[in-house]
């Protein structure tokens, strides 16, 4: 039922960018802001940018989020060992009239 | 702190309703924002499920159709679903959160409970 496409898997090495996509469509990411969840193992997701690139408190600013026409990215810099973890994309669809998730990504740190 | 918890049974059999309360502390639901249900499976992800507004209206995935029920009770400030005719694809960790939903398409999750296994199996 996913209806936000991402890269299953990704991986980087400590201090290292990484950048995970999301893609979407008109009736979702190209009409509606995206938020990233970070889900750790064994721990519930936590929201890790909101409106497209905003950090909730807390949130170091390593990481980061943009938008651009169906697609989204999150960036994280200075990769390090607790940032692996599962990430998902999230946006509003109006054909649904509800939020779709993407499948996340599964990062790993090497 | 706003915090969530939820509980209910591990096993539920194929046929059977599926029945989840979510408890809240730290905030009173009757007090604003939406609270929703959301699950994670291996095969299809992180599926939203539904949730409601402490004014009364709710939303509902059509994906599930008229399987799924969300009711309130405030004097516990507690949040319920139930979800009927479960078959092993509805075999997921289920996940209750606050939803803050604005206009313009603009909503989020924040934050999440721990979440709770559920298995449909005979």
């Known amino acids: 039922q996913s209806m936000l496409t991402q890269t299953p898997s990704a991986s980087g090495t400590p201090g290292q960018r990484v950048t995970i996509s999301c893609s979407g469509s008109?009736?979702?990411?190209?009409?509606?802001?995206v938020n990233w969840y970070q889900q750790l193992p064994g721990s519930a997701p936590k929201l890790l940018i909101y409106s497209n690139a905003d950090r909730p408190s807390g949130v170091p600013d390593r990481f980061s989020g943009s938008k651009s026409d169906t697609s989204a990215s999150l960036a994280i810099s200075g990769l390090q060992s607790e940032d692996e973890a599962d990430y998902f994309c999230?946006?509003?669809?109006?054909?649904?009239?509800?939020?779709?998730f993407g499948g996340g990504t599964k990062l790993t740190v090497l | 702190q706003v915090q969530l918890q939820e509980s209910g049974p591990g096993l539920v059999k194929p046929s059977e309703t599926l029945s989840l309360t979510c408890s809240v502390s730290?905030?009173?639901?009757?007090?604003?924002?939406?609270w929703g249900w959301n699950r994670r499976s291996p095969v299809k992800g992180l599926e939203w499920i539904g949730g409601?507004?402490?004014?009364?209206?709710?939303l509902y995935n059509p994906f599930f159709k008229s399987r799924v029920n969300i009711s309130v009770d405030t004097s516990k400030n507690q949040f319920s679903l139930r979800l009927s005719s479960v078959t092993a694809a509805d075999t997921a960790v289920y996940y209750c959160a606050r939803w803050s939903v604005y206009g313009s398409g603009s909503n989020r999750f924040d934050p999440w409970g721990p979440g709770t296994q559920v298995t449909v199996s005979s």
């Open positions: 999230a946006a509003w669809d109006d054909s649904l009239n509800g939020p779709v």
């Open positions: 409601f507004y402490h004014g009364g209206s709710t």
């Open positions: 730290g905030y009173p639901i009757s007090s604003g924002y939406y």
């Open positions: 008109s009736s979702n990411i190209g009409s509606n802001t």
